[in-house]
């Protein structure tokens, strides 16, 4: 089992619902979020391309964060999902550091936080909240491991890229173009 | 033991600057007692309110805690490097300064570490470091190392201390009751018999071969926790080198600084004379010119490759705007200066050695803080919508409350055991020739051989 999310950067519109969801469903305090809108604009006008991404934690197979946690609170969970146990965490924040995504976020509480993937949604056999409210269903979430997925098949019919892949990280949300 | 008439007379000199302390040392005291108390002050409002009351935010993560801690580290070199190479190769002039480098060593890795405790988020529960500790973190890695580091460098201090102790607990003028419990203890039973000497001697130097290359992998660890990460400015192969060099520097200049102020307020001007002074200076250019031939290839390096991200952080330091005149005087003043004032003879004195390294170590601090800021304020994903109001670091109160707090805390430290243990280790002084003397008979000597002369052929010619 290999969990991953594909996200269609043509069919988003940046409306910022999936980081109110997230914020909603996982409590996460006001000021601090642990998925953001990026508008990337290439070209010049009048020829100006806009990307919409919604970006979160990659929940990479080879992750920094995971590598350079020095009590494991930082972990891989069932499914390659990458998780911070909040009662283990000292909060050195040598993790928020080593990641390329500036995924972390240091909680006020003192511990550092992230994306779940909804991982209490997703044990229930859910979906994510940013995914699920998505009002354009631009995001896909699955099984990589099972061909007949959603995220499966619509990486299977479509381009789709990766942030930041000269990191070496193996990042698992893609970027559907 | 036995206690000749040269050691007593040396140890007499000694006494009362253990003893009594003068009305400038009460009011230091009670100066630094109060830097103190403020800095539990803000320690007791950072705890209290969390870390919001600094100025590390969701960018800069690290800030005036980290720099101090890699600072205070660095100085820690003094003792490691300068007097265990010292004591390795022999350097006759090293006695009267062996002691101070190896207390600033003891007293700033006290101090460096707990900056570290500072900087975590949840202070409850560093025993994870401990119980959960995991060997690929560099985190793990730099726990042990300065915990081995600091109880090698207490062990070493202690060693090169143990006959002074004793000295001390002989010395048959009295002093007070408490003292005399603690030297009784401290000096182990140590009674200078011919075995013992031989076996302090050996451990001595045993200790000063594994600390040194123990002093150089701590400051690698702490190199490669910035080192690992794939951040612009700090993903760089040279860092440990680069780091261990500056440490070293900085160490140095502050073993000055120390000689230099020691030499003032306790008189030991007969002791630490200007040889010690050029000697050391000369040290410092060398380190100096290391240093920044290792900047210089460094940003050289990212310069010519011009790595977009690594180029958003080198604008940041030439951007007159931004970072530039710090990163000028760190990088160019900081080298630059002790250079031309220890090289060329005629600015060569004990003041402007002391002035040197008294730049050179604000340099250094000031570099310090360029390697962790401006990185972090430098995201690898330059795509956040950050605005520089999101990002930008400027420290707090409370951090630098805490700041002063920790140099007063090393100040004070070094202001208590200088009362008491010797600054300078008795036995071995006045084990050694007086070379002042010497020098006196030699000249002496010349000047009578050369009056023979002269009367031999006033003889002749006459």
Redesign the interface.
Known sequence: MRYAMAIDTRKCVGCSDCVVACQTENNVPIG?CRD?I???VAGTYPNVEIELRS?RCNHCDNS?CV???????SHYEEGGIVTVHH????????C???C???AR????????DKCTFCLHRVEKGQKPACVSVCPTKCMYFGDLDDPNSEVSVVMRNRNHKV??PE?GTKPHIFYLT | MNIDSKTQRTLNKFIPQLESMSKFGIAFLVILILIFFAGVYALYVQLTE???VTG?R??V??GLFIVNFIFFIGISYAGALISGILHLLRVPWRSPIIRMAEIITVVSTIIGPTY?LL?????D??H??L????I?????WD?IAITTYLSGSIIFLYLATIRDFALLRDNPVKVARWRNWFYKVLSMGYSETPKQKEILARATDLLSIVIIPLAILVHSVLAW??G????PG?HSTIFAPYFVVAAVYSGTGVLILAMWVFRKVYKLESYITKIHFNYLGYILVMLGALYGYFTFSEYLTSWYGSIKWDMEVLHRLFDPSDYWWWFFFAAFIGVLLPIIIVTVPRFRNINSIAFASLIAVFALWVKRYLIIIPT?EA???P???LRPEFIHYSPTWVEWTLTVSGVGMFFLMFFLISKFIPIIPVMKISEEKDYNSLRKKVKERNLRRLMKQVRKSDTVNG
């Open positions: 601090y953001w990026v508008e990337t970006e920094p590598r350079c946690c020095p009590t494991g609170a009662n283990e965490c000292i909060g050195c924040g040598a928020i550091q080593s390329p995504y500036d976020y240091s909680h006020p509480e003192g511990y550092v942030l930041a990191a | 969390g870390h919001i590390m969701d960018q993560v690290w570290i900087c975590v988020g949840r202070l529960r560093v994870h470091l119980l959960f500790g995991r690929q973190s560099p985190i793990t726990v926790i910035f690992m990460t794939l951040r700090w972090l995201p690898l994903l795509n956040h919508d």
